[in-house]
Protein backbone atom coordinates (compact mmCIF):
# COMPACT_ATOMS: atom_id res chain seq x y z
CA UNK A 1 0.00 0.00 0.00
CA UNK A 2 2.95 2.40 1.04
CA UNK A 3 4.65 1.81 -2.13
CA UNK A 4 1.19 2.28 -4.52
CA UNK A 5 1.60 5.97 -2.71
CA UNK A 6 5.08 6.56 -2.70
CA UNK A 7 5.51 5.54 -6.61
CA UNK A 8 4.75 7.84 -9.12
CA UNK A 9 4.80 10.59 -6.70
CA UNK A 10 6.29 13.29 -9.11
CA UNK A 11 3.02 13.21 -11.47
CA UNK A 12 0.79 12.89 -8.45
CA UNK A 13 1.97 16.40 -7.28
CA UNK A 14 2.24 17.96 -11.32
CA UNK A 15 -1.57 16.97 -11.73
CA UNK A 16 -2.47 19.00 -8.30
CA UNK A 17 -0.69 22.15 -9.86
CA UNK A 18 -2.13 21.67 -13.31
CA UNK A 19 -5.61 20.95 -11.30
CA UNK A 20 -5.44 24.33 -9.47
CA UNK A 21 -4.24 26.03 -12.83
CA UNK A 22 -6.64 25.35 -15.07
CA UNK A 23 -9.51 26.18 -12.30
CA UNK A 24 -7.46 29.45 -11.82
CA UNK A 25 -8.12 30.38 -15.64
CA UNK A 26 -11.52 29.20 -15.20
CA UNK A 27 -12.31 31.61 -12.75
CA UNK A 28 -10.39 34.86 -14.58
CA UNK A 29 -12.62 33.98 -17.72
CA UNK A 30 -15.82 33.34 -16.41
CA UNK A 31 -15.82 35.77 -13.13
CA UNK A 32 -19.15 34.44 -12.38
CA UNK A 33 -21.42 36.28 -9.76
CA UNK A 34 -21.13 35.15 -6.41
CA UNK A 35 -24.04 35.86 -3.41
CA UNK A 36 -22.05 37.69 -0.03
CA UNK A 37 -23.35 39.35 3.32
CA UNK A 38 -22.10 41.72 5.29
CA UNK A 39 -23.80 42.85 8.86
CA UNK A 40 -23.62 46.50 8.72
CA UNK A 41 -24.75 48.32 12.37
CA UNK A 42 -28.49 50.32 11.49
CA UNK A 43 -28.89 54.03 11.84
CA UNK A 44 -32.19 56.19 12.53
CA UNK A 45 -32.87 59.21 10.69
CA UNK A 46 -35.35 62.01 11.43
CA UNK A 47 -35.72 60.68 15.03
CA UNK A 48 -36.34 64.46 15.82
CA UNK A 49 -39.84 64.02 14.78
CA UNK A 50 -40.57 61.74 17.23
CA UNK A 51 -38.43 63.44 20.25
CA UNK A 52 -40.31 66.86 19.05
CA UNK A 53 -43.44 64.85 20.07
CA UNK A 54 -42.59 64.06 23.31
CA UNK A 55 -41.72 60.34 22.65
CA UNK A 56 -38.66 58.66 22.92
CA UNK A 57 -37.68 55.52 21.08
CA UNK A 58 -35.83 52.33 20.75
CA UNK A 59 -35.40 49.62 17.88
CA UNK A 60 -36.86 46.36 18.80
CA UNK A 61 -34.09 43.20 18.58
CA UNK A 62 -30.47 44.02 17.21
CA UNK A 63 -29.04 47.00 16.62
CA UNK A 64 -27.74 45.37 12.64
CA UNK A 65 -29.46 44.46 9.50
CA UNK A 66 -27.76 41.81 7.29
CA UNK A 67 -27.01 43.76 4.07
CA UNK A 68 -27.09 40.41 1.40
CA UNK A 69 -25.73 41.16 -2.02
CA UNK A 70 -23.98 39.87 -5.20
CA UNK A 71 -20.43 40.56 -6.60
CA UNK A 72 -18.14 39.20 -9.15
CA UNK A 73 -16.28 36.60 -7.90
CA UNK A 74 -13.08 38.47 -8.53
CA UNK A 75 -14.13 41.61 -6.74
CA UNK A 76 -15.46 39.58 -3.66
CA UNK A 77 -12.61 40.98 -1.77
CA UNK A 78 -12.78 44.35 -2.03
CA UNK A 79 -16.22 44.70 -0.76
CA UNK A 80 -16.36 46.15 3.23
CA UNK A 81 -18.74 46.68 5.47
CA UNK A 82 -17.99 50.16 5.13
CA UNK A 83 -19.29 50.35 1.87
CA UNK A 84 -22.77 49.80 3.07
CA UNK A 85 -25.12 52.26 5.15
CA UNK A 86 -28.31 50.84 6.77
CA UNK A 87 -31.00 53.41 8.21
CA UNK A 88 -34.87 53.52 8.60
CA UNK A 89 -36.52 57.01 8.50
CA UNK A 90 -38.48 57.57 11.35
CA UNK A 91 -40.29 59.98 9.76
CA UNK A 92 -42.05 56.36 7.86
CA UNK A 93 -43.00 55.41 11.23
CA UNK A 94 -46.33 53.41 11.29
CA UNK A 95 -47.85 54.42 14.40
CA UNK A 96 -50.45 51.25 14.15
CA UNK A 97 -47.81 48.19 14.06
CA UNK A 98 -44.67 50.40 14.71
CA UNK A 99 -42.63 49.15 12.01
CA UNK A 100 -40.44 51.10 9.18
CA UNK A 101 -38.70 49.76 6.67
CA UNK A 102 -35.13 49.54 6.75
CA UNK A 103 -33.04 51.17 3.44
CA UNK A 104 -29.80 50.57 2.58
CA UNK A 105 -27.24 52.65 0.66
CA UNK A 106 -24.27 51.39 -1.26
CA UNK A 107 -21.35 53.99 -0.13
CA UNK A 108 -18.61 52.28 -2.04
CA UNK A 109 -17.48 50.35 -4.73
CA UNK A 110 -21.19 50.36 -6.35
CA UNK A 111 -20.21 49.38 -9.93
CA UNK A 112 -19.20 46.00 -8.36
CA UNK A 113 -22.22 45.04 -6.10
CA UNK A 114 -25.53 44.21 -7.30
CA UNK A 115 -28.85 42.91 -5.88
CA UNK A 116 -28.23 44.22 -2.36
CA UNK A 117 -30.68 43.36 0.17
CA UNK A 118 -31.30 44.04 4.06
CA UNK A 119 -33.02 41.38 5.87
CA UNK A 120 -34.54 41.94 7.82
CA UNK A 121 -36.54 44.71 5.34
CA UNK A 122 -38.84 46.06 8.36
CA UNK A 123 -38.18 46.46 11.57
CA UNK A 124 -39.98 47.41 15.10
CA UNK A 125 -39.81 50.65 16.72
CA UNK A 126 -40.79 51.22 20.24
CA UNK A 127 -42.07 53.95 21.51
CA UNK A 128 -42.76 55.62 24.47
CA UNK A 129 -43.42 59.07 26.51
CA UNK A 130 -39.87 61.40 26.67
CA UNK A 131 -39.38 63.26 30.65
CA UNK A 132 -37.33 65.72 31.26
CA UNK A 133 -36.25 65.83 35.32
CA UNK A 134 -33.85 68.30 36.81
CA UNK A 135 -32.04 66.89 39.47
CA UNK A 136 -30.06 68.63 42.49
CA UNK A 137 -26.57 67.65 42.89
CA UNK A 138 -25.44 65.98 46.38
CA UNK A 139 -21.47 65.32 47.13
CA UNK A 140 -19.96 61.85 47.93
CA UNK A 141 -16.51 61.80 48.94
CA UNK A 142 -14.67 59.03 48.20
CA UNK A 143 -11.14 57.86 50.51
CA UNK A 144 -9.98 59.54 54.05
CA UNK A 145 -8.52 62.70 53.99
CA UNK A 146 -4.90 63.23 56.23
CA UNK A 147 -5.03 63.35 60.06
CA UNK A 148 -6.22 66.52 61.41
CA UNK A 149 -8.01 67.60 58.85
CA UNK A 150 -11.60 67.09 57.18
CA UNK A 151 -13.91 67.82 54.00
CA UNK A 152 -15.45 71.02 54.12
CA UNK A 153 -17.08 73.48 52.26
CA UNK A 154 -17.84 71.87 48.30
CA UNK A 155 -19.20 73.65 45.38
CA UNK A 156 -20.71 72.72 42.31
CA UNK A 157 -20.68 74.53 39.31
CA UNK A 158 -23.49 73.52 37.91
CA UNK A 159 -25.25 72.65 41.19
CA UNK A 160 -27.67 70.72 39.03
CA UNK A 161 -28.51 68.73 35.68
CA UNK A 162 -31.56 68.10 33.95
CA UNK A 163 -31.57 64.38 32.29
CA UNK A 164 -33.97 63.50 29.51
CA UNK A 165 -34.96 60.19 28.07
CA UNK A 166 -37.70 57.71 28.07
CA UNK A 167 -40.08 57.88 31.55
CA UNK A 168 -38.77 54.85 32.26
CA UNK A 169 -35.64 54.96 32.90
CA UNK A 170 -35.52 58.51 34.07
CA UNK A 171 -38.38 57.25 36.89
CA UNK A 172 -35.51 54.60 38.22
CA UNK A 173 -33.20 57.93 39.17
CA UNK A 174 -34.08 58.79 42.77
CA UNK A 175 -30.94 61.46 43.02
CA UNK A 176 -27.56 62.49 41.42
CA UNK A 177 -24.55 63.20 43.01
CA UNK A 178 -21.08 63.81 42.05
CA UNK A 179 -17.92 62.06 43.62
CA UNK A 180 -15.04 63.96 44.63
CA UNK A 181 -11.69 61.99 45.93
CA UNK A 182 -10.09 63.04 48.85
CA UNK A 183 -7.89 59.98 49.85
CA UNK A 184 -4.80 61.55 51.76
CA UNK A 185 -5.37 65.47 51.19
CA UNK A 186 -4.52 68.08 53.20
CA UNK A 187 -5.21 70.93 50.63
CA UNK A 188 -7.97 71.87 48.60
CA UNK A 189 -9.15 69.93 45.73
CA UNK A 190 -10.39 71.02 42.20
CA UNK A 191 -11.22 69.50 38.78
CA UNK A 192 -14.30 68.10 36.98
CA UNK A 193 -16.48 64.86 36.78
CA UNK A 194 -19.19 63.30 35.41
CA UNK A 195 -22.84 63.27 37.48
CA UNK A 196 -23.72 59.73 39.31
CA UNK A 197 -26.89 58.53 39.51
CA UNK A 198 -28.67 56.14 41.96
CA UNK A 199 -31.80 54.39 42.98
CA UNK A 200 -33.80 54.59 45.87
CA UNK A 201 -31.72 52.23 47.72
CA UNK A 202 -28.59 54.41 46.57
CA UNK A 203 -26.83 52.06 44.51
CA UNK A 204 -25.50 53.72 41.64
CA UNK A 205 -27.27 53.47 38.55
CA UNK A 206 -25.74 52.68 34.60
CA UNK A 207 -27.28 54.88 32.25
CA UNK A 208 -27.92 54.16 28.82
CA UNK A 209 -27.35 55.69 25.79
CA UNK A 210 -31.07 56.76 25.56
CA UNK A 211 -30.58 59.52 28.52
CA UNK A 212 -29.05 62.85 27.80
CA UNK A 213 -27.49 64.74 30.82
CA UNK A 214 -27.02 68.39 30.75
CA UNK A 215 -24.23 69.23 31.41
CA UNK A 216 -22.02 66.28 30.90
CA UNK A 217 -19.27 67.43 33.24
CA UNK A 218 -19.29 69.07 36.68
CA UNK A 219 -17.05 71.55 38.00
CA UNK A 220 -15.87 71.31 41.51
CA UNK A 221 -14.38 72.53 44.53
CA UNK A 222 -13.86 70.60 47.81
CA UNK A 223 -12.08 72.82 50.43
CA UNK A 224 -10.09 70.28 53.32
CA UNK A 225 -9.74 72.40 56.19
CA UNK A 226 -8.32 72.19 59.79
CA UNK A 227 -10.68 70.26 62.38
CA UNK A 228 -11.67 71.21 66.10
CA UNK A 229 -13.82 69.52 68.16
CA UNK A 230 -16.59 71.36 70.23
CA UNK A 231 -18.38 70.93 73.46
CA UNK A 232 -21.99 71.38 73.41
CA UNK A 233 -23.52 73.90 75.46
CA UNK A 234 -26.94 74.03 76.50
CA UNK A 235 -29.31 76.18 77.93
CA UNK A 236 -32.94 75.29 79.54
CA UNK A 237 -35.75 77.49 80.13
CA UNK A 238 -38.85 77.11 81.97
CA UNK A 239 -40.45 75.00 85.11
CA UNK A 240 -41.43 71.88 85.14
CA UNK A 241 -44.57 70.76 86.04
CA UNK A 242 -46.37 71.37 89.31
CA UNK A 243 -45.04 67.26 91.32
CA UNK A 244 -42.44 67.37 88.72
CA UNK A 245 -38.24 68.34 88.96
CA UNK A 246 -36.11 68.57 86.18
CA UNK A 247 -33.29 66.18 86.96
CA UNK A 248 -30.51 66.93 84.07
CA UNK A 249 -29.76 66.59 80.36
CA UNK A 250 -28.68 63.37 78.26
CA UNK A 251 -27.09 64.28 74.47
CA UNK A 252 -26.64 61.82 71.79
CA UNK A 253 -23.14 63.05 71.40
CA UNK A 254 -20.56 65.32 73.50
CA UNK A 255 -18.27 66.95 71.28
CA UNK A 256 -18.85 67.68 67.28
CA UNK A 257 -15.93 68.17 65.38
CA UNK A 258 -15.92 71.15 62.88
CA UNK A 259 -13.79 72.44 60.06
CA UNK A 260 -12.74 76.38 58.65
CA UNK A 261 -9.85 78.64 58.46
CA UNK A 262 -7.65 78.67 61.52
CA UNK A 263 -8.64 82.23 62.63
CA UNK A 264 -12.01 81.34 62.97
CA UNK A 265 -11.52 78.52 64.63
CA UNK A 266 -9.57 80.29 67.14
CA UNK A 267 -12.70 82.46 67.96
CA UNK A 268 -14.76 79.39 68.90
CA UNK A 269 -14.96 76.71 71.35
CA UNK A 270 -18.51 75.17 71.98
CA UNK A 271 -21.56 75.39 70.40
CA UNK A 272 -24.62 76.76 72.62
CA UNK A 273 -28.22 75.16 72.09
CA UNK A 274 -30.10 78.39 72.92
CA UNK A 275 -33.13 77.85 75.69
CA UNK A 276 -35.56 78.76 73.14
CA UNK A 277 -35.04 75.20 71.38
CA UNK A 278 -34.54 73.50 75.28
CA UNK A 279 -38.20 74.78 77.10
CA UNK A 280 -39.20 72.46 79.95
CA UNK A 281 -42.36 74.80 80.86
CA UNK A 282 -45.02 72.58 82.17
CA UNK A 283 -43.35 69.45 81.58
CA UNK A 284 -44.18 66.25 83.48
CA UNK A 285 -42.38 63.68 81.37
CA UNK A 286 -39.04 63.68 79.87
CA UNK A 287 -38.91 66.24 77.16
CA UNK A 288 -36.62 64.83 73.59
CA UNK A 289 -35.85 67.22 71.03
CA UNK A 290 -34.09 67.00 67.69
CA UNK A 291 -31.77 69.55 66.64
CA UNK A 292 -29.37 70.53 63.41
CA UNK A 293 -26.37 71.73 64.96
CA UNK A 294 -25.84 73.63 61.63
CA UNK A 295 -28.21 75.92 62.42
CA UNK A 296 -26.32 76.76 65.46
CA UNK A 297 -22.50 77.12 63.95
CA UNK A 298 -20.82 80.57 64.08
CA UNK A 299 -19.80 81.76 60.29
CA UNK A 300 -17.47 80.62 58.42
CA UNK A 301 -17.56 77.24 60.65
CA UNK A 302 -18.90 73.88 59.35
CA UNK A 303 -19.50 70.32 60.36
CA UNK A 304 -17.15 67.64 59.58
CA UNK A 305 -17.89 65.75 56.24
CA UNK A 306 -18.58 62.55 58.87
CA UNK A 307 -20.12 64.58 61.47
CA UNK A 308 -24.41 64.03 61.70
CA UNK A 309 -25.79 67.14 61.81
CA UNK A 310 -29.00 65.94 63.82
CA UNK A 311 -28.43 65.16 67.50
CA UNK A 312 -31.06 64.09 69.91
CA UNK A 313 -31.23 65.88 73.66
CA UNK A 314 -33.49 64.17 76.03
CA UNK A 315 -34.46 66.85 79.20
CA UNK A 316 -35.00 64.27 82.13
CA UNK A 317 -38.28 64.82 83.83
CA UNK A 318 -38.99 62.91 87.72
CA UNK A 319 -41.89 63.10 89.77
CA UNK A 320 -41.54 64.35 93.36
CA UNK A 321 -42.67 61.89 96.26
CA UNK A 322 -43.02 62.99 99.56
CA UNK A 323 -41.58 60.76 102.75
CA UNK A 324 -42.05 61.02 106.58
CA UNK A 325 -39.32 61.51 108.87
CA UNK A 326 -38.87 61.13 112.27
CA UNK A 327 -37.16 63.96 113.81
CA UNK A 328 -36.00 63.64 117.50
CA UNK A 329 -35.96 66.40 120.37
CA UNK A 330 -31.95 66.04 120.09
CA UNK A 331 -31.56 66.13 117.00
CA UNK A 332 -33.83 70.27 117.13
CA UNK A 333 -31.05 73.07 117.37
CA UNK A 334 -32.43 75.69 120.01
CA UNK A 335 -31.05 78.83 119.49
CA UNK A 336 -31.20 82.41 121.54
CA UNK A 337 -32.08 80.33 124.33
CA UNK A 338 -31.79 81.98 127.88
CA UNK A 339 -29.53 80.97 130.46
CA UNK A 340 -32.38 81.34 133.44
CA UNK A 341 -34.97 79.01 131.83
CA UNK A 342 -35.06 75.19 131.21
CA UNK A 343 -36.34 74.35 127.70
CA UNK A 344 -38.75 71.08 126.78
CA UNK A 345 -40.19 70.08 123.49
CA UNK A 346 -43.29 67.67 123.63
CA UNK A 347 -43.79 65.51 122.16
CA UNK A 348 -39.98 64.63 121.77
CA UNK A 349 -40.55 63.12 118.64
CA UNK A 350 -41.78 64.98 115.54
CA UNK A 351 -43.22 63.87 112.27
CA UNK A 352 -41.96 65.75 109.04
CA UNK A 353 -43.27 65.80 105.70
CA UNK A 354 -40.41 66.23 103.07
CA UNK A 355 -40.99 66.48 99.46
CA UNK A 356 -38.09 65.47 96.73
CA UNK A 357 -36.86 62.91 94.31
CA UNK A 358 -37.28 59.02 95.56
CA UNK A 359 -33.45 58.37 94.94
CA UNK A 360 -32.52 61.75 96.92
CA UNK A 361 -34.88 60.85 99.77
CA UNK A 362 -33.92 57.22 100.66
CA UNK A 363 -31.02 58.24 102.57
CA UNK A 364 -32.64 61.34 104.14
CA UNK A 365 -32.74 61.25 108.42
CA UNK A 366 -33.55 63.97 111.13
CA UNK A 367 -30.28 65.15 111.70
CA UNK A 368 -30.42 65.99 107.72
CA UNK A 369 -33.22 68.18 108.12
CA UNK A 370 -31.27 71.11 110.05
CA UNK A 371 -34.43 71.86 112.31
CA UNK A 372 -34.19 74.52 115.12
CA UNK A 373 -36.53 76.72 116.99
CA UNK A 374 -35.62 80.44 117.89
CA UNK A 375 -36.11 81.00 122.17
CA UNK A 376 -35.53 84.44 121.85
CA UNK A 377 -38.50 85.92 124.02
CA UNK A 378 -40.34 82.99 125.18
CA UNK A 379 -41.33 83.09 129.00
CA UNK A 380 -41.77 80.74 131.59
CA UNK A 381 -44.88 78.68 130.58
CA UNK A 382 -46.07 76.78 127.67
CA UNK A 383 -45.93 78.34 124.08
CA UNK A 384 -46.81 76.66 121.07
CA UNK A 385 -43.84 75.47 118.90
CA UNK A 386 -42.53 76.49 115.64
CA UNK A 387 -39.75 74.32 113.63
CA UNK A 388 -37.50 76.02 111.47
CA UNK A 389 -35.10 74.45 108.93
CA UNK A 390 -31.90 75.31 107.37
CA UNK A 391 -32.67 75.65 103.43
CA UNK A 392 -31.97 72.70 101.14
CA UNK A 393 -31.80 72.29 97.80
CA UNK A 394 -32.35 68.39 97.74
CA UNK A 395 -35.89 68.19 99.19
CA UNK A 396 -38.91 70.65 100.63
CA UNK A 397 -40.64 70.94 103.90
CA UNK A 398 -44.01 70.05 103.47
CA UNK A 399 -45.36 70.02 106.81
CA UNK A 400 -44.32 69.18 110.75
CA UNK A 401 -46.54 67.74 113.17
CA UNK A 402 -47.63 70.21 116.38
CA UNK A 403 -45.47 70.26 119.10
CA UNK A 404 -44.88 73.05 122.58
CA UNK A 405 -42.41 74.59 123.75
CA UNK A 406 -41.93 74.59 128.02
CA UNK A 407 -40.00 76.92 129.39
CA UNK A 408 -39.41 77.05 133.35
CA UNK A 409 -37.63 78.95 135.43
CA UNK A 410 -33.66 77.29 136.61
CA UNK A 411 -33.43 75.83 139.94
CA UNK A 412 -31.40 77.61 142.60
CA UNK A 413 -27.76 76.09 142.89
CA UNK A 414 -26.11 76.14 146.00
CA UNK A 415 -22.37 77.94 145.52
CA UNK A 416 -19.40 76.13 147.92
CA UNK A 417 -18.36 77.60 150.63
CA UNK A 418 -21.55 79.89 151.67
CA UNK A 419 -24.69 79.90 153.67
CA UNK A 420 -27.01 78.31 153.20
CA UNK A 421 -29.06 80.71 152.34
CA UNK A 422 -26.40 81.80 149.64
CA UNK A 423 -27.16 81.25 146.01
CA UNK A 424 -25.50 81.22 142.91
CA UNK A 425 -27.92 84.12 142.34
CA UNK A 426 -25.15 87.05 143.58
CA UNK A 427 -24.99 89.39 146.28
CA UNK A 428 -28.50 90.69 145.78
CA UNK A 429 -30.49 87.97 146.44
CA UNK A 430 -28.63 87.50 149.75
CA UNK A 431 -29.14 90.54 150.65
CA UNK A 432 -32.94 89.83 150.16
CA UNK A 433 -32.64 86.55 152.13
CA UNK A 434 -31.39 88.30 155.04
CA UNK A 435 -33.70 91.35 155.34
CA UNK A 436 -36.52 89.02 155.35
CA UNK A 437 -35.02 87.35 158.47
CA UNK A 438 -34.82 90.23 160.08
CA UNK A 439 -38.34 91.15 159.21
CA UNK A 440 -39.15 88.07 160.54
CA UNK A 441 -37.33 88.33 163.89
CA UNK A 442 -39.03 91.68 164.51
CA UNK A 443 -42.10 90.41 164.68
Known amino acids: MKEKLINNLGLKILSIFLAFFVWLVVMNVSNPLTDDSKEVPLEMENGQVLTSAGRAYEISGKSTVT ?10 YRIRTADFRAYVDLSELYDVTGSVEVKVDVLNNADLISSVEPKPGVVRVQTEELQSKPFSLQVKTD ?17 Q ?11 LISYAGVEIDVDGQSSDVEGTAKPVFYDANRNPLTISDRITVTPAEIQYTAAINKVKNLTLDF ?43 LSISGASADVVKTVDLRNYLPAGISLADSVDPEVEIRLKIEPLVERTVILNESEIERRNASDDYEYRITPNRLEV ?26 QPGT ?9 DAVFDIISYSDFQVEATQRASVLVPGTDAGSTESGDNTAEETTDETEDTEAG
Open 67 to 76: VSYSVRARDA
Open 143 to 159: GTVEDGYAVGRTELSPS
Open 161 to 171: VTVQGPISEVG
Open 235 to 277: EISGTAASGYQYTGLECSVKKVAVTGLRTNLAEVNKITIPSSE
Open 353 to 378: VIRGLEEDLDSINGRDLSAYVDLSGI
Open 383 to 391: HAGRLQFES
